[in-house]
C-alpha cells in the first residue's frame, strides 16, 4: 500500500501561483510513477501532469504545457505540482495518484493506469 497526502492549497487570484506538495510512505517512492489530477465541480476527473520513476521524463495535458511543473524528490518521497499564471478554470481538487507501471507513454496520463490516490487538496482561484 502506498499512502498519499497532499498539500499546498489553498485561494489564490488569477495570475498567482501555487505549489502543491504530495508526500508519499508505505512503499519505496522512486519505484512509482507518479501523476497529479484534478476535479472541477460538475465535471469529470482530468490529468494534469506525470512524471517517471526518476524525474527524468515528465508529461503535461495540453493546458497544463507551459504554466504547470511537475518535479519529484525521491530521497524526501514527495511529488510537487507548481502552478503558475493560474486561471479561474483552474479551479478544482487536485490529487495525486502514484502507479506501479503504465503501460504506453499514454499511460501517464490516463487515470487508469494509477493504483493509489490521494485524498485531493482544493485549489480555488479567484477573479
Known amino acids: 500500500q502506498v499512502q498519499l497526502v497532499e498539500s499546498g492549497g489553498g485561494l489564490v487570484q488569477a495570475g498567482g501561483s501555487l505549489r502543491l506538495s504530495c508526500a508519499a510512505s508505505?512503499?519505496?517512492?522512486?519505484?512509482?510513477?507518479m501523476g497529479w489530477f484534478r476535479q472541477a465541480p460538475g465535471k469529470e476527473r482530468e490529468s494534469v501532469a506525470a512524471i517517471s520513476r526518476s524525474g527524468d521524463s515528465t508529461y503535461y495535458a495540453e493546458s497544463m504545457k507551459g504554466r504547470f511543473a511537475i518535479s519529484r524528490d525521491n530521497a524526501e518521497n514527495t511529488v510537487y505540482l507548481q502552478m503558475n499564471s493560474l486561471k479561474l478554470e483552474d479551479t478544482a481538487v487536485y490529487y495525486c495518484?502514484?502507479?506501479?507501471?503504465?503501460?504506453?507513454?499514454?499511460?501517464?496520463?490516463?487515470?487508469?493506469?494509477?493504483?493509489?490516490w490521494g485524498q485531493g487538496t482544493q485549489v480555488a482561484v479567484s477573479s
Open positions: 495518484a502514484a502507479a506501479r507501471s503504465v503501460s504506453s507513454v499514454r499511460g501517464y496520463l490516463s487515470g487508469r493506469e494509477y493504483d493509489y
Open positions: 508505505g512503499r519505496t517512492f522512486s519505484d512509482y510513477v
